[in-house]
């Protein structure tokens, strides 16, 4: 379920017809009527244009005639059961799943993590969408316990990354839904450290709509309460998260503290598997640490970000995006107006590449101020 508004939904159809090539369109009033069954006139609906339903098969992963199938109140719902095929093949489906299909499954979340970052959300958005789908079915029909927990926190994972792509494509109440779907998931895994981290996320979203002060007091809590419960890489990425929100504040002893912080336990750390999956290294610290600083309006950052793009794996796209808008900021703040032009030019191409409102909002800002 995609728990929108007609309006909402028409609005996110144009986007996904525009980012992927599909020439149908859906209007509100046209919506509405395909959600009716109905005409103006009161007749049955036909089937939608072709380029309008293969859209709509597109976004939803299924066939025009089941979406179109009469909606069936929970009250009738027992009529359809008396056979229960479809819920005992679902059953059994899930029954099947081990841990051979949860390696598959956790493969082709790298794999599109990797498409994520060096294509960007536009490219396989739909995609994780359907992975989401896909693993909720599983999770919800299986009995084993540790089976269960194992899809709940393949399903944490599927879900903040999803999380954070609708962010990056400025899609905030979609991004905030998702976490809250990453959380429930979390808790059912058993492990802390997806809750802290799903919970983490979803703070980057208030910081995105300007409520860095409650943004700054959730990380905060849940730094506190993750101490000695999570491995120390994910407590580097935390304390660099609450960095970023202080600076967001402009408080920037308590980031740059923050900062060090998370230096520190990026260094203490063995060599460990993260769990949940966060792209930190001594890089990606430094170009956070960077980002940080250029909210702060502080002229170090231009050095602490040159090194990182210096350093920077070219397959993270969007993170250059990033990295190049903080540069054109920082450049922009101390007078530098070739440098951040070049960067800035740099920067928009790649954000829009990759589809990342996200950045080409803050290109868009530094344009006009």
Known sequence: MRKETLQEFTEYAERFARDHGEPGTLSQRHLERLVAGRGPNGKPLGKPRPATARLLERIFGMSIDVLLAPY???DD???LDTNEQEFRARLRTSA???AGVIDVLRQQLNLIRRLDRQLGARTVQAEVAAKVQQTTELMQHSTMPSTRAELAALLCELCTLAGWQALDRAQMATSWRYYEQAKTAARESGD???EAHAMAEQAFVLI?????REAAELLAHIRSNARRHVPRILMAWLAAACGEAYAAENRRGAAL???DEADAFLNSQPQESPCPYVALDTV???RWRGHALARLGAIEAIAVLKDALKHLDPSF???EASLRADLAIAMSQNNMAKGARRHRKRANALAVEVGSQRQQRRLDALVQG
């Open 284 to 286: 990606h610290l430094a």
């Open 317 to 319: 796209t969007r993170a």
């Open 208 to 212: 995105d709509m300007g409520e860095t």
């Open 77 to 79: 719902q027992a009529e």
């Open 257 to 259: 503290r923050a900062f």
């Open 72 to 74: 069936v109140p929970d």
């Open 96 to 98: 099947r799943v081990d």
């Open 192 to 194: 802390t450290s997806f």
